[in-house]
C-alpha cells in the first residue's frame, strides 16, 4: 500500500496554466499517460482546457490537444447550477465578446479499437456549452472531432464513462445545457450509447432511457465487472440504481437490476460516483454531486457511502449508514458511517486498484462551509484512502494535501509506470466568493497530479 | 441490565403495533406508553401536560406498575400503582426506569411514547438518561401519518377535544409529521453507528418475515423460529387490551381492540403518493420541505 510518502506531485497549478481546475479524466495510451483537464469557468481564451501527455522518464508534460475557440452564444453565459446559489458570484465572468473555449474540458477517456480503426486509438469526451463531442487520436498527438454535438443531442453537455467493453465502446449522456442552464452533472434522460465504429461517429442507443425509470436522470458511472457491464444512475428521487448486461447480441441490450434505492440509503445516495472490481466484488461509490447538496432537486447536504456487489448480486455496506434492507441488515463491515467517517466527503469520485490495493479518492467541500459560516480557519480538501482487503481502509492523503479547496480527487489511474491521482481545485471560485467577506485568502489556483510508486 | 429500545415516530406512525411486535421478543418486554421523559422526575412528568390528565399521558405507567407490582391490572392495583406514583413523585426518571427494569428482568424494555418526539427538550433527556439506548426511528408516510390522525379524531371526540385545548402548537398532521422527524432527525444524526436505526413502517409491517430477524440481529437477541413466533403475537401482551377503570388506555386505541397482527391486511400495505392534494386541507398539496425529507426516507 502507498503511503503519503511515496507521492511526489508531478504536477501543480494546472500543470502551468492555473485557469485548468481539474485533472478530470486519465488514460494509459501507447506507452504514455494522457490526461484530460478541465476549467471550471471557462469563458477566455486562457482558459482553453488541454489534453496532456505524461512522459514518466523524462517527468514532462506535453500539451497534445487544446480547446478551439468558438464565438460565443447565449449558452456560453448561462449560469453552472452546479455551484447553486454560489453561481451568481460568476456572473462578473459571464460578459465577454471575445472567442471562447469550445470545451469546458475533457470528462472521459478510453483506449479502444473499432471496425474502422487501424489499431487501438483514443477516444476522449469533451464537456462543451455547445454540445459534448467526440474526439479520436490515433497517434496521441492529433485529435480529430468524431461526434455530431452530443451525438445528436445538443442539450447534452457531455459525456462520462466512456468505456471499452468487448468489440464496443460506450459512453453516458453527462449534463445538460440549455439557454437557461447548465447543470455539468446531471442530464435530462439517462442516455447510454454504443459503438462499433466510433471513428465514424456512429452510435445507437445501448438501453432504453434511464433503463425505463424516468426518475433515473442521468448514468453517473459504468464499469466491466465479472464479463459483464455494469451501469450506475442518479435518481433524485429515490436514490441511485446499478443495473447490469452481458451486452451480447444487438443492442438496446437486455439490461438487470441490480440495486435500487441507493441501496436502500434513498435519494441521499443521489448518484453512483465510481465503479470497480477489486477481489471478486464491484466497488461502488456513491453520493451527490455538487458541494454535498443538489441544487436542482433541492437534494442534501449528504454524505458518499461505499458498497460492493458479489456476482451473485449480494452486496455489503463497506461505509455508510447501518440500515435495514430488503437484502438483510447491512453493517458498514469497514465501522466507519457515511463520509467515511467525515460529513464533508459528499462524493466518491474515483476508485482504482494498483499493485493489489484499492484505492479511492472523495470529494471534499468543507472549506466552503467554512467560509459560508465565517469560520477563523479554512479547512478541509479531498482524502485519498487505500485499502488490501477492501474492508479495512486507511486514510493515505487528507485535507487536500495542504490545500482546503483542493477538493476531490476526479481521476485515479493505475499505469505500468504506477499510480496517477488527478485532483479538482475550486480556488478560483473559493477566491472569488472569500472577495470581501475575509482577508488574506489567496488559495492556489489549478489541479494537482500526484505520481506513486 | 441491557439497553432499553425506544422507538420515536409521531402519532400514527404504526408504533403500537411495532413495539408489540418487538415486545413479545423473549428477550424483550413491550411497554406502554410511560411519557417518562417529559420531566426530571416522575412527579415533574406526571404533571407535565393538561392532556395527559384527561386521557393518554398517565394511563400506561399505572398499567405497568400495576401489573408489575400485583401481576394485574384490576381497579384496586391501578389505584395502588397511582398511590406509588405520588409517594415516588421525587424519583428521577432514570430511578423510576430501573424500578421496572428490576421487575422485568433482564429483558430488553420497549417502549414508544410519541410525545417523546415532541420537543427537543425530551428526547435529549432521553438521550441524557439512557445515552447508550437504542433508538428506533419509525417513519409512516406523511399522507398515510396524516389520513389516520384525522381519522381517529374524528372517531374520538374527547381526544379531539382534548388536542383542541392542549395548545400543543401544532394540530395539522403534515406540520407534526414534518417537525416530528426533522427533529428525530438532527438528534439521532450524529450518534455512533448503529445506535440509531430507521425503518419504513409499511416495508417492516408488510414484510415482517424479512425484517424481523434483522430487529433482532441489531439488537443482539435471539433471531430463531420460536423468538419470531413470538413477536408474531402482539396481542399476548399485557397491555394488548383495554385496561381496567383508572387506567383504560396507554396505548392507540385502536391497537388496544384489535391488536393481534392481521397478515393479510398487512401484506397489501402499501405506500400512497406525495403528489395530489390533501384530504385534511382541500386544495392543498405537501410543502415543498415535506415532499423533500420524505423523499429523503425513501417515499415519492
Known amino acids: 500500500m502507498l503511503s503519503a510518502d511515496r507521492f511526489s506531485v508531478v504536477a501543480s497549478g494546472g500543470a502551468g496554466q492555473e485557469s485548468l481546475s481539474t485533472a478530470q ?28 501527455r505524461y512522459e514518466s522518464a ?51 477517456m478510453c483506449v479502444f479499437q473499432g471496425k474502422t480503426d487501424d489499431a487501438p486509438a483514443l477516444y476522449v469526451s469533451t464537456m462543451s456549452r455547445s454540445g459534448g463531442l467526440i474526439l479520436r487520436s490515433a497517434d496521441g498527438e492529433t485529435f480529430e472531432v468524431v461526434s455530431e454535438p452530443g451525438l445528436g443531442v445538443p442539450d447534452t453537455y457531455s459525456f462520462r464513462g466512456l468505456l471499452a467493453f468487448g468489440d464496443r465502446i460506450f459512453a453516458s449522456a453527462a449534463g445538460v445545457i440549455t439557454d437557461e442552464y447548465l447543470d455539468p452533472d446531471v442530464g435530462r434522460e439517462a442516455k447510454i450509447y454504443v459503438s462499433d465504429d466510433p471513428r465514424n461517429g456512429q452510435w445507437i442507443a445501448a438501453a432504453e432511457p434511464g433503463f425505463g425509470d424516468p426518475s433515473n436522470v442521468s448514468i453517473s458511472a459504468v464499469a466491466p465487472a465479472f464479463g459483464r457491464l455494469y451501469a ?16 451480447s447480441g444487438e443492442p438496446p441490450f437486455d439490461w438487470l437490476p441490480v440495486l435500487i434505492d441507493g441501496g436502500g440509503g434513498f435519494n441521499h445516495n443521489f448518484a453512483v ?13 456513491s453520493g451527490i454531486t455538487g458541494f454535498g447538496y443538489d441544487a436542482v432537486h433541492d437534494v442534501g447536504p449528504v454524505s458518499c457511502e461505499l458498497l460492493r456487489i458479489f456476482p451473485s448480486g449480494n452486496w455489503d455496506l463497506i461505509a455508510g449508514q447501518m440500515r435495514f434492507t430488503p437484502d438483510g441488515l447491512k453493517v458498514p463491515l469497514s465501522l466507519l458511517g457515511r463520509g467515511l467517517g467525515d460529513f464533508y466527503n459528499s462524493m466518491i469520485w474515483s476508485l482504482a486498484v494498483y499493485k493489489d490495493v484499492l484505492y479511492l479518492g472523495t470529494h ?20 485519498l484512502w487505500a485499502s488490501a482487503d477492501g474492508e479495512k481502509w486507511t486514510p493515505v492523503i487528507d485535507d487536500g494535501r495542504g490545500n482546503p479547496t483542493t477538493l476531490g480527487v476526479q481521476a485515479i489511474q493505475s499505469t505500468p509506470d504506477g499510480l496517477f491521482v488527478g485532483s479538482g481545485n475550486y480556488s478560483r471560485l473559493f477566491n472569488l466568493l472569500a472577495e470581501g467577506r475575509r482577508a488574506g485568502v489567496d488559495f492556489p489556483q489549478g489541479f494537482e497530479v500526484l505520481h506513486g510508486c | 441490565m441491557p439497553e432499553p429500545l425506544f422507538v420515536l415516530c409521531p402519532p400514527r406512525s404504526y408504533s403500537s403495533i411495532v413495539c408489540g411486535i418487538i415486545g413479545q421478543h423473549p428477550d424483550c418486554y413491550g411497554l406502554p406508553e410511560l411519557n417518562l421523559f417529559l420531566g426530571d422526575t416522575l412527579g415533574e412528568a406526571w404533571q407535565k401536560y393538561p392532556l395527559f390528565k384527561l386521557f393518554l399521558g398517565r394511563d400506561g405507567l399505572l398499567r405497568t406498575l400495576a401489573q408489575l407490582h400485583e401481576g394485574a391490572q384490576t381497579a384496586d392495583t391501578v389505584a395502588r400503582a397511582q398511590e406509588w406514583v405520588t409517594q415516588h ?60 390522525y384525522v381519522k381517529l379524531r374524528s372517531e374520538y371526540g374527547v381526544l379531539n377535544r382534548a388536542v383542541e385545548n392542549a395548545n400543543t402548537g401544532a394540530r395539522d398532521p403534515e406540520k407534526i409529521w414534518m417537525a416530528t422527524h426533522e427533529l428525530i432527525v438532527a438528534v439521532t444524526d450524529d450518534l455512533p453507528i448503529g445506535q440509531c436505526m430507521r425503518i419504513k413502517g409499511e416495508a417492516l409491517l408488510s414484510d415482517l418475515e424479512s425484517y424481523l430477524p434483522q430487529i433482532c440481529e441489531w439488537l443482539e437477541i435471539r433471531t430463531d423460529k420460536e423468538a419470531i413466533n413470538s413477536m408474531m403475537h402482539p396481542e399476548d401482551s399485557p397491555y394488548a387490551s383495554e385496561g381496567p377503570p383508572g387506567a383504560p388506555r396507554g396505548n392507540d386505541p385502536n391497537f388496544l381492540t384489535h391488536p393481534a397482527i392481521d397478515s393479510a391486511r398487512l401484506a397489501k400495505l402499501s405506500e400512497p403518493t406525495l403528489d395530489g392534494e390533501l384530504d385534511w386541507r382541500p386544495g392543498e398539496l405537501f410543502t415543498p420541505e415535506t415532499r423533500k425529507l420524505a423523499k429523503q426516507l425513501g417515499y415519492q
Open chain 1, 25 to 52: 479524466c486519465m488514460a494509459y495510451f501507447r506507452g504514455s499517460l494522457y490526461l484530460g483537464t478541465g476549467c471550471s469557468s471557462s469563458i477566455e481564451a486562457k482558459d482553453a482546457p488541454r489534453i496532456l
Open chain 1, 58 to 108: 523524462a517527468g514532462k508534460w506535453q500539451t497534445v490537444y487544446e480547446s478551439p475557440l468558438v464565438s460565443p452564444s447565449r449558452r456560453s453565459r448561462v449560469p453552472d447550477l452546479s455551484v447553486g446559489q454560489n453561481a451568481a458570484g460568476l456572473a462578473k465572468f459571464r460578459h465577454n465578446p471575445e472567442p471562447l473555449p469550445r470545451d469546458t474540458g475533457y470528462r472521459s
Open chain 1, 232 to 247: 450506475g444512475t442518479a435518481n433524485p428521487d429515490m436514490g441511485f440504481q446499478i443495473w447490469q448486461t452481458e451486452a
Open chain 1, 273 to 285: 460516483g465510481a465503479m470497480t472490481e477489486f477481489n471478486g466484488a464491484l466497488y461502488v461509490g
Open chain 1, 364 to 383: 471534499q467541500w468543507e472549506a466552503f462551509r467554512c467560509l459560508e459560516i465565517g469560520a477563523p480557519d479554512i479547512v478541509g480538501g479531498y482524502q
Open chain 2, 89 to 148: 413523585s421525587d424519583w428521577p426518571v432514570r430511578k423510576v426506569f430501573d424500578h421496572i427494569q428490576d421487575l422485568v428482568g433482564d429483558r430488553i424494555l420497549v417502549e414508544k411514547s410519541p410525545m417523546y418526539a415532541r420537543e427537543q427538550e425530551y428526547i435529549e433527556r432521553m438521550l441524557h438518561v439512557f445515552p447508550k439506548a437504542s433508538i428506533l426511528h419509525l417513519i409512516r408516510h406523511p399522507r398515510g401519518m396524516g389520513q389516520s
